[in-house]
Protein backbone atom coordinates (compact mmCIF):
# COMPACT_ATOMS: atom_id res chain seq x y z
CA UNK A 1 0.00 0.00 0.00
CA UNK A 2 1.50 3.71 -0.84
CA UNK A 3 2.37 5.37 2.66
CA UNK A 4 4.42 7.87 3.79
CA UNK A 5 7.38 6.30 5.09
CA UNK A 6 9.47 9.50 6.43
CA UNK A 7 10.40 9.84 9.75
CA UNK A 8 8.42 13.24 10.31
CA UNK A 9 6.05 12.74 13.66
CA UNK A 10 2.61 12.37 13.11
CA UNK A 11 0.23 14.56 14.65
CA UNK A 12 -1.34 13.79 18.27
CA UNK A 13 -4.63 11.87 17.66
CA UNK A 14 -7.56 13.39 19.51
CA UNK A 15 -8.78 11.64 22.54
CA UNK A 16 -12.33 12.52 22.03
CA UNK A 17 -14.19 10.24 19.24
CA UNK A 18 -16.37 11.76 16.98
CA UNK A 19 -19.94 11.15 17.13
CA UNK A 20 -23.04 11.11 15.08
CA UNK A 21 -23.54 11.09 11.76
CA UNK A 22 -23.89 14.70 10.09
CA UNK A 23 -20.64 14.24 7.94
CA UNK A 24 -21.56 10.69 7.10
CA UNK A 25 -20.65 9.63 3.17
CA UNK A 26 -23.11 7.70 1.56
CA UNK A 27 -23.14 5.61 -1.56
CA UNK A 28 -25.00 6.03 -5.12
CA UNK A 29 -27.74 3.88 -3.46
CA UNK A 30 -28.09 5.58 0.13
CA UNK A 31 -25.94 3.05 1.40
CA UNK A 32 -23.48 3.95 4.84
CA UNK A 33 -20.46 3.96 3.76
CA UNK A 34 -18.02 2.14 6.57
CA UNK A 35 -14.73 1.64 7.06
CA UNK A 36 -12.94 -0.99 9.51
CA UNK A 37 -9.75 -2.95 10.23
CA UNK A 38 -8.56 -6.36 10.23
CA UNK A 39 -5.72 -5.92 12.89
CA UNK A 40 -3.22 -8.88 13.51
CA UNK A 41 -0.25 -9.98 15.85
CA UNK A 42 3.38 -9.74 14.19
CA UNK A 43 2.72 -13.51 13.38
CA UNK A 44 -0.86 -13.14 12.41
CA UNK A 45 -2.34 -15.86 14.97
CA UNK A 46 -4.06 -13.14 17.26
CA UNK A 47 -6.37 -10.73 15.54
CA UNK A 48 -7.59 -7.59 18.14
CA UNK A 49 -11.77 -7.43 18.39
CA UNK A 50 -13.34 -4.87 20.91
CA UNK A 51 -16.34 -4.89 22.55
CA UNK A 52 -19.62 -3.28 20.77
CA UNK A 53 -20.40 -0.53 22.65
CA UNK A 54 -24.00 -1.80 23.94
CA UNK A 55 -21.20 -4.97 25.15
CA UNK A 56 -23.36 -7.02 23.89
CA UNK A 57 -20.69 -8.74 21.81
CA UNK A 58 -17.19 -9.00 20.02
CA UNK A 59 -16.92 -6.93 16.99
CA UNK A 60 -13.92 -5.24 14.86
CA UNK A 61 -12.57 -2.18 15.33
CA UNK A 62 -15.16 -0.09 12.59
CA UNK A 63 -17.15 3.09 11.67
CA UNK A 64 -18.37 5.46 9.34
CA UNK A 65 -16.46 6.98 6.77
CA UNK A 66 -16.74 10.63 7.33
CA UNK A 67 -16.64 13.70 4.40
CA UNK A 68 -13.45 14.98 5.79
CA UNK A 69 -11.81 12.43 4.87
CA UNK A 70 -10.19 11.74 1.74
CA UNK A 71 -10.07 7.52 1.85
CA UNK A 72 -11.39 5.14 3.42
CA UNK A 73 -7.99 3.94 5.02
CA UNK A 74 -8.16 7.36 6.74
CA UNK A 75 -11.18 6.46 8.47
CA UNK A 76 -10.38 2.56 8.98
CA UNK A 77 -7.06 4.11 11.11
CA UNK A 78 -9.17 6.67 12.79
CA UNK A 79 -11.86 3.97 13.70
CA UNK A 80 -8.93 2.27 15.04
CA UNK A 81 -7.30 4.79 17.22
CA UNK A 82 -10.89 5.76 18.45
CA UNK A 83 -12.57 2.22 19.33
CA UNK A 84 -9.12 0.40 20.14
CA UNK A 85 -6.47 2.84 21.01
CA UNK A 86 -4.01 1.41 18.55
CA UNK A 87 -1.86 2.81 15.76
CA UNK A 88 -1.59 1.49 12.30
CA UNK A 89 -0.35 0.57 9.31
CA UNK A 90 -2.33 -0.64 6.39
CA UNK A 91 -1.36 -4.18 4.92
CA UNK A 92 -3.71 -4.94 2.23
CA UNK A 93 -7.47 -3.48 0.95
CA UNK A 94 -10.19 -6.90 1.90
CA UNK A 95 -12.13 -5.13 -0.35
CA UNK A 96 -15.87 -4.55 -0.28
CA UNK A 97 -18.29 -6.22 1.80
CA UNK A 98 -22.53 -5.28 2.04
CA UNK A 99 -24.20 -5.89 4.81
CA UNK A 100 -26.12 -8.91 5.59
CA UNK A 101 -29.19 -7.70 7.42
CA UNK A 102 -30.84 -9.59 10.04
CA UNK A 103 -34.11 -10.03 10.99
CA UNK A 104 -33.94 -7.26 13.80
CA UNK A 105 -32.28 -4.77 11.52
CA UNK A 106 -35.34 -5.34 8.98
CA UNK A 107 -37.80 -4.52 11.63
CA UNK A 108 -35.60 -1.65 12.84
CA UNK A 109 -35.05 -0.07 8.91
CA UNK A 110 -37.32 -1.45 6.85
CA UNK A 111 -36.83 -4.04 4.12
CA UNK A 112 -36.05 -1.44 2.06
CA UNK A 113 -33.50 0.35 3.49
CA UNK A 114 -30.16 0.71 2.12
CA UNK A 115 -27.95 -1.73 3.75
CA UNK A 116 -24.11 -0.56 4.58
CA UNK A 117 -21.07 -1.04 2.90
CA UNK A 118 -17.95 -2.46 4.44
CA UNK A 119 -14.44 -1.72 3.55
CA UNK A 120 -11.73 -3.53 5.80
CA UNK A 121 -8.18 -3.10 5.94
CA UNK A 122 -5.85 -5.79 7.33
CA UNK A 123 -3.26 -3.99 9.39
CA UNK A 124 -0.15 -4.55 11.82
CA UNK A 125 -0.14 -2.86 14.86
CA UNK A 126 2.82 -0.17 15.39
CA UNK A 127 1.16 1.24 18.95
CA UNK A 128 -1.30 -0.13 21.37
CA UNK A 129 -2.14 3.11 23.64
CA UNK A 130 -2.89 2.54 27.26
CA UNK A 131 -5.43 5.42 26.83
CA UNK A 132 -7.96 6.09 24.32
CA UNK A 133 -11.56 7.97 23.29
CA UNK A 134 -13.62 4.71 23.37
CA UNK A 135 -11.79 3.04 26.54
CA UNK A 136 -14.61 3.72 28.71
CA UNK A 137 -17.68 1.81 26.87
CA UNK A 138 -15.50 -0.83 25.49
CA UNK A 139 -12.83 -3.27 25.98
CA UNK A 140 -10.54 -4.32 23.38
CA UNK A 141 -9.28 -8.05 22.89
CA UNK A 142 -6.12 -10.33 21.45
CA UNK A 143 -7.74 -13.21 20.44
CA UNK A 144 -6.72 -17.11 18.51
CA UNK A 145 -8.80 -17.11 15.32
CA UNK A 146 -10.75 -19.71 16.69
CA UNK A 147 -11.74 -17.15 19.50
CA UNK A 148 -12.41 -14.47 17.09
CA UNK A 149 -14.13 -16.87 14.38
CA UNK A 150 -16.93 -17.58 16.99
CA UNK A 151 -17.45 -14.09 18.51
CA UNK A 152 -18.08 -12.81 14.82
CA UNK A 153 -20.54 -16.24 13.93
CA UNK A 154 -23.53 -13.53 14.38
CA UNK A 155 -22.06 -11.20 12.05
CA UNK A 156 -21.36 -12.64 8.70
CA UNK A 157 -19.71 -9.67 6.94
CA UNK A 158 -17.61 -9.68 9.53
CA UNK A 159 -16.50 -12.75 9.90
CA UNK A 160 -16.23 -12.45 5.91
CA UNK A 161 -13.44 -9.60 6.56
CA UNK A 162 -11.64 -12.22 8.76
CA UNK A 163 -11.53 -14.73 6.39
CA UNK A 164 -10.48 -12.07 3.79
CA UNK A 165 -7.55 -11.27 6.18
CA UNK A 166 -3.99 -13.71 6.42
CA UNK A 167 -4.84 -14.28 10.08
CA UNK A 168 -3.41 -17.40 10.93
CA UNK A 169 -4.91 -20.54 12.07
CA UNK A 170 -2.68 -22.21 14.44
CA UNK A 171 -3.05 -26.36 14.48
CA UNK A 172 -1.52 -26.23 18.01
CA UNK A 173 -4.10 -23.79 19.68
CA UNK A 174 -5.01 -24.41 22.96
CA UNK A 175 -7.87 -26.06 24.08
CA UNK A 176 -11.01 -23.63 24.24
CA UNK A 177 -11.21 -21.82 27.94
CA UNK A 178 -7.17 -22.01 28.62
CA UNK A 179 -6.21 -18.70 27.38
CA UNK A 180 -9.48 -17.09 27.05
CA UNK A 181 -10.61 -14.35 29.06
CA UNK A 182 -12.63 -10.84 28.32
CA UNK A 183 -12.34 -7.64 27.82
CA UNK A 184 -8.40 -7.47 27.55
CA UNK A 185 -7.65 -11.45 26.66
CA UNK A 186 -3.81 -11.31 26.70
CA UNK A 187 -1.97 -13.24 23.85
CA UNK A 188 1.53 -12.45 22.77
CA UNK A 189 2.87 -12.12 26.45
CA UNK A 190 0.73 -15.05 27.62
CA UNK A 191 2.31 -17.19 24.52
CA UNK A 192 5.96 -16.07 25.47
CA UNK A 193 5.19 -16.83 29.60
CA UNK A 194 3.58 -20.01 29.43
CA UNK A 195 6.36 -21.16 26.96
CA UNK A 196 9.99 -18.92 28.17
CA UNK A 197 11.33 -22.23 29.02
CA UNK A 198 10.98 -24.33 25.72
CA UNK A 199 11.88 -27.50 27.70
CA UNK A 200 9.28 -27.38 30.50
CA UNK A 201 6.88 -25.22 29.67
CA UNK A 202 4.99 -27.35 26.91
CA UNK A 203 4.37 -30.11 29.17
CA UNK A 204 4.12 -28.14 32.37
CA UNK A 205 0.76 -26.32 30.41
CA UNK A 206 -0.04 -29.74 28.49
CA UNK A 207 -0.33 -31.09 32.14
CA UNK A 208 -2.02 -28.17 33.83
CA UNK A 209 -4.81 -28.29 31.77
CA UNK A 210 -4.97 -32.13 31.49
CA UNK A 211 -5.50 -31.74 35.30
CA UNK A 212 -8.66 -28.97 34.92
CA UNK A 213 -10.45 -31.57 32.29
CA UNK A 214 -10.12 -34.08 35.07
CA UNK A 215 -11.64 -31.52 37.80
CA UNK A 216 -14.49 -30.52 35.13
CA UNK A 217 -16.57 -33.95 35.19
CA UNK A 218 -16.11 -33.28 38.92
CA UNK A 219 -17.08 -29.88 38.87
CA UNK A 220 -20.23 -30.13 37.12
CA UNK A 221 -21.21 -33.02 39.40
CA UNK A 222 -20.81 -31.27 42.19
CA UNK A 223 -22.57 -28.21 41.26
CA UNK A 224 -25.87 -30.07 40.02
CA UNK A 225 -25.98 -32.17 43.42
CA UNK A 226 -25.53 -29.01 45.55
CA UNK A 227 -27.13 -26.11 43.52
CA UNK A 228 -29.70 -24.13 45.59
CA UNK A 229 -33.07 -24.84 43.15
CA UNK A 230 -35.21 -21.83 44.42
CA UNK A 231 -32.28 -19.85 46.14
CA UNK A 232 -32.74 -15.76 45.55
CA UNK A 233 -30.28 -14.41 47.78
CA UNK A 234 -26.67 -13.17 47.42
CA UNK A 235 -23.46 -15.71 48.71
CA UNK A 236 -20.19 -15.13 50.31
CA UNK A 237 -21.74 -12.71 52.76
CA UNK A 238 -24.02 -12.06 55.68
CA UNK A 239 -24.11 -8.96 55.03
CA UNK A 240 -27.71 -7.08 54.84
CA UNK A 241 -26.25 -4.76 52.75
CA UNK A 242 -24.69 -7.43 49.94
CA UNK A 243 -27.23 -7.87 47.22
CA UNK A 244 -27.32 -8.99 43.86
CA UNK A 245 -29.02 -6.44 41.85
CA UNK A 246 -31.33 -7.79 38.86
CA UNK A 247 -31.58 -10.51 40.65
CA UNK A 248 -35.69 -10.27 40.98
CA UNK A 249 -36.13 -8.82 37.65
CA UNK A 250 -33.46 -10.69 35.73
CA UNK A 251 -34.92 -13.19 32.86
CA UNK A 252 -31.90 -15.47 31.67
CA UNK A 253 -32.00 -15.24 27.81
CA UNK A 254 -31.04 -17.24 25.46
CA UNK A 255 -27.02 -17.21 24.66
CA UNK A 256 -26.25 -16.47 21.03
CA UNK A 257 -23.08 -18.31 19.37
CA UNK A 258 -20.19 -15.79 19.60
CA UNK A 259 -21.66 -13.83 23.03
CA UNK A 260 -19.06 -13.69 25.63
CA UNK A 261 -21.95 -15.52 28.22
CA UNK A 262 -21.95 -18.51 25.11
CA UNK A 263 -18.27 -18.31 25.00
CA UNK A 264 -18.34 -18.45 29.23
CA UNK A 265 -21.10 -21.50 28.87
CA UNK A 266 -18.70 -23.27 26.31
CA UNK A 267 -15.61 -23.06 28.49
CA UNK A 268 -17.08 -23.74 31.83
CA UNK A 269 -17.23 -27.11 30.39
CA UNK A 270 -13.48 -27.38 30.32
CA UNK A 271 -11.90 -25.23 32.88
CA UNK A 272 -12.65 -25.83 36.54
CA UNK A 273 -13.82 -28.19 39.15
CA UNK A 274 -13.32 -28.77 43.01
CA UNK A 275 -11.45 -32.43 42.78
CA UNK A 276 -8.01 -31.43 41.27
CA UNK A 277 -8.24 -27.88 42.14
CA UNK A 278 -5.36 -28.50 45.37
CA UNK A 279 -3.13 -29.98 42.81
CA UNK A 280 -3.67 -27.57 40.09
CA UNK A 281 -2.00 -24.95 42.44
CA UNK A 282 0.43 -26.72 43.56
CA UNK A 283 4.25 -25.35 42.09
CA UNK A 284 5.13 -28.63 39.23
CA UNK A 285 8.51 -30.03 40.47
CA UNK A 286 11.37 -28.60 39.02
CA UNK A 287 9.27 -25.40 37.67
CA UNK A 288 10.54 -21.92 38.62
CA UNK A 289 8.07 -20.25 41.27
CA UNK A 290 7.86 -16.98 39.69
CA UNK A 291 7.20 -18.50 36.09
CA UNK A 292 4.37 -20.43 37.91
CA UNK A 293 3.54 -17.14 39.41
CA UNK A 294 3.27 -15.05 36.13
CA UNK A 295 1.64 -17.74 34.17
CA UNK A 296 -0.88 -18.36 36.25
CA UNK A 297 -1.81 -14.87 37.06
CA UNK A 298 -2.21 -14.74 33.23
CA UNK A 299 -5.45 -17.30 33.48
CA UNK A 300 -6.61 -15.53 36.41
CA UNK A 301 -6.59 -12.33 34.79
CA UNK A 302 -8.47 -14.02 31.18
CA UNK A 303 -11.15 -15.71 33.61
CA UNK A 304 -12.03 -12.80 35.22
CA UNK A 305 -12.03 -10.97 31.63
CA UNK A 306 -14.70 -13.65 30.16
CA UNK A 307 -16.60 -13.90 33.68
CA UNK A 308 -17.17 -9.61 33.98
CA UNK A 309 -17.60 -9.82 30.23
CA UNK A 310 -20.83 -12.18 30.66
CA UNK A 311 -22.34 -9.75 32.83
CA UNK A 312 -21.14 -5.99 31.98
CA UNK A 313 -24.28 -5.16 30.44
CA UNK A 314 -26.22 -4.92 34.00
CA UNK A 315 -22.57 -3.44 35.31
CA UNK A 316 -23.46 0.25 34.92
CA UNK A 317 -22.87 3.31 36.15
CA UNK A 318 -26.39 4.00 36.63
CA UNK A 319 -26.88 0.42 38.44
CA UNK A 320 -23.18 0.56 40.11
CA UNK A 321 -22.20 3.83 40.38
CA UNK A 322 -19.40 2.85 43.06
CA UNK A 323 -16.92 0.54 42.80
CA UNK A 324 -18.00 -1.29 45.92
CA UNK A 325 -18.48 -4.84 48.06
CA UNK A 326 -20.52 -4.54 50.79
CA UNK A 327 -21.56 -1.35 51.72
CA UNK A 328 -18.35 -1.22 54.19
CA UNK A 329 -15.93 -2.02 51.46
CA UNK A 330 -15.38 0.45 48.49
CA UNK A 331 -12.51 0.63 46.40
CA UNK A 332 -11.01 3.92 45.31
CA UNK A 333 -8.54 4.25 42.11
CA UNK A 334 -5.43 5.12 42.46
CA UNK A 335 -2.89 5.68 39.63
CA UNK A 336 -0.94 8.23 39.22
CA UNK A 337 -0.33 10.70 37.53
CA UNK A 338 -3.86 10.17 35.98
CA UNK A 339 -5.61 9.53 39.14
CA UNK A 340 -2.66 11.19 41.63
CA UNK A 341 -5.83 10.63 45.04
CA UNK A 342 -7.48 8.00 45.54
CA UNK A 343 -10.92 8.31 43.50
CA UNK A 344 -14.02 7.15 43.75
CA UNK A 345 -15.41 6.05 40.01
CA UNK A 346 -18.25 3.96 38.98
CA UNK A 347 -17.96 0.07 38.96
CA UNK A 348 -17.42 -0.23 35.12
CA UNK A 349 -14.65 2.46 35.08
CA UNK A 350 -13.10 0.97 37.59
CA UNK A 351 -12.91 -2.67 36.49
CA UNK A 352 -12.34 -1.51 32.74
CA UNK A 353 -9.42 0.70 34.70
CA UNK A 354 -8.04 -2.16 36.98
CA UNK A 355 -7.84 -4.04 33.48
CA UNK A 356 -6.06 -2.00 31.42
CA UNK A 357 -3.89 -1.59 34.38
CA UNK A 358 -3.24 -5.29 34.48
CA UNK A 359 -2.61 -5.79 30.93
CA UNK A 360 0.16 -3.10 30.73
CA UNK A 361 1.85 -4.57 33.84
CA UNK A 362 1.88 -8.01 31.84
CA UNK A 363 2.74 -6.77 28.69
CA UNK A 364 5.52 -4.56 30.25
CA UNK A 365 8.47 -7.36 29.49
CA UNK A 366 10.90 -5.63 31.68
CA UNK A 367 8.67 -6.81 34.82
CA UNK A 368 7.13 -10.12 32.99
CA UNK A 369 10.03 -11.00 30.87
CA UNK A 370 9.61 -13.74 28.33
CA UNK A 371 13.39 -14.10 26.76
CA UNK A 372 14.63 -17.53 27.72
CA UNK A 373 17.16 -17.05 29.98
CA UNK A 374 16.19 -13.58 31.29
CA UNK A 375 15.17 -13.44 35.03
CA UNK A 376 12.99 -12.00 37.21
CA UNK A 377 12.82 -8.36 38.36
CA UNK A 378 13.57 -8.02 42.04
CA UNK A 379 10.42 -7.20 43.52
CA UNK A 380 8.69 -9.39 41.20
CA UNK A 381 6.74 -10.78 43.81
CA UNK A 382 5.71 -8.05 44.91
CA UNK A 383 3.94 -6.67 42.08
CA UNK A 384 2.56 -10.17 41.83
CA UNK A 385 0.65 -9.72 45.04
CA UNK A 386 -0.11 -6.70 44.46
CA UNK A 387 -2.11 -7.41 41.15
CA UNK A 388 -3.74 -10.64 42.85
CA UNK A 389 -5.33 -8.20 45.17
CA UNK A 390 -6.32 -5.80 43.03
CA UNK A 391 -8.29 -8.41 40.64
CA UNK A 392 -9.90 -9.94 43.54
CA UNK A 393 -11.97 -7.07 44.20
CA UNK A 394 -13.65 -7.34 41.17
CA UNK A 395 -14.67 -10.94 42.31
CA UNK A 396 -15.77 -8.98 45.34
CA UNK A 397 -17.99 -6.68 43.34
CA UNK A 398 -19.90 -9.56 41.24
CA UNK A 399 -20.31 -11.59 44.37
CA UNK A 400 -21.86 -9.02 46.13
CA UNK A 401 -23.49 -7.06 43.37
CA UNK A 402 -24.24 -9.30 40.36
CA UNK A 403 -24.94 -12.93 41.78
CA UNK A 404 -28.15 -13.06 40.61
CA UNK A 405 -27.38 -12.45 37.32
CA UNK A 406 -24.50 -14.48 37.15
CA UNK A 407 -27.30 -17.39 38.46
CA UNK A 408 -29.55 -16.92 35.64
CA UNK A 409 -27.11 -17.21 33.33
CA UNK A 410 -26.21 -20.56 34.57
CA UNK A 411 -22.73 -19.61 35.17
CA UNK A 412 -22.99 -19.75 38.60
CA UNK A 413 -20.49 -23.29 38.77
CA UNK A 414 -17.57 -21.48 36.80
CA UNK A 415 -17.40 -18.18 39.35
CA UNK A 416 -17.63 -20.70 42.26
CA UNK A 417 -14.84 -22.67 40.91
CA UNK A 418 -12.79 -19.75 39.71
CA UNK A 419 -13.11 -18.00 42.51
CA UNK A 420 -12.10 -21.06 44.68
CA UNK A 421 -9.20 -21.85 42.33
CA UNK A 422 -8.05 -18.23 42.60
CA UNK A 423 -8.33 -18.68 47.19
CA UNK A 424 -6.37 -22.14 46.85
CA UNK A 425 -3.76 -20.50 44.99
CA UNK A 426 -3.48 -17.47 46.95
CA UNK A 427 -3.29 -19.53 50.14
CA UNK A 428 -0.91 -21.95 48.42
CA UNK A 429 1.96 -18.72 47.74
CA UNK A 430 0.90 -17.36 50.90
CA UNK A 431 -0.15 -13.97 48.84
CA UNK A 432 -2.51 -13.14 51.27
CA UNK A 433 0.28 -12.58 54.26
CA UNK A 434 2.19 -9.72 52.47
CA UNK A 435 5.03 -11.62 54.53
CA UNK A 436 3.89 -10.53 58.04
CA UNK A 437 1.23 -12.81 58.66
CA UNK A 438 -2.34 -12.16 59.81
CA UNK A 439 -3.78 -10.31 56.58
CA UNK A 440 -6.29 -12.54 55.04
CA UNK A 441 -9.33 -10.93 56.72
CA UNK A 442 -7.93 -7.86 55.77
CA UNK A 443 -7.24 -9.12 51.88
CA UNK A 444 -10.66 -11.29 51.73
CA UNK A 445 -12.80 -8.39 53.77
CA UNK A 446 -16.97 -8.47 52.40
CA UNK A 447 -15.81 -12.64 50.81
CA UNK A 448 -14.00 -14.03 54.37
CA UNK A 449 -16.96 -16.25 55.22
CA UNK A 450 -16.74 -17.66 51.94
CA UNK A 451 -13.34 -18.10 51.87
CA UNK A 452 -13.10 -20.09 55.05
CA UNK A 453 -16.17 -21.90 53.51
CA UNK A 454 -13.99 -22.81 50.82
CA UNK A 455 -10.63 -23.25 52.71
CA UNK A 456 -12.79 -25.78 54.75
CA UNK A 457 -14.41 -27.84 52.49
CA UNK A 458 -11.49 -28.03 50.20
Known amino acids: MNGDSSNAEKPARPMEAR ?24 DKTQVLLIQ ?20 QQEAACREAWEEAGIECEVVKDLGEIKEQRTEALIRKYGPDAPAALYRFFEVSVTEEKAEWPEKHKRSRAWMSYSQARECLLNRPELLEALERSGVVSVASEKPPGQDAGNGHIHA ?11 SVGADLRSAWHALLQEAAAASAAAAAATRPRQQTT ?13 AT ?11 SSWQLKQFAEATLGSGSLQKVVQLPEGEDRDEWLAVNLVDFYNQLNLLYGAITEFCSPQSCPEMKATDEFEYLWHDPPAYPKPTRLPAPQYISNLLS ?5 LSNTTLFPTAPGVPFPD ?35 HLNTGFKHYVLFVEEFQLADEGRGGKRAEWYGPLGELVESMLRSD
Open 19 to 42: QGRDHQRYGENGERMVAGVVALSA
Open 234 to 246: NIGTSNANARARH
Open 188 to 198: DNTKALALKKT
Open 357 to 361: FTSAH
Open 52 to 71: SSARKGWVLPKGGWETDETT
Open 249 to 259: SFQPQKRAKGS
Open 379 to 413: GFEKTVRMLFKRLYRIYAHIYCHHYGVVRGLGLEA
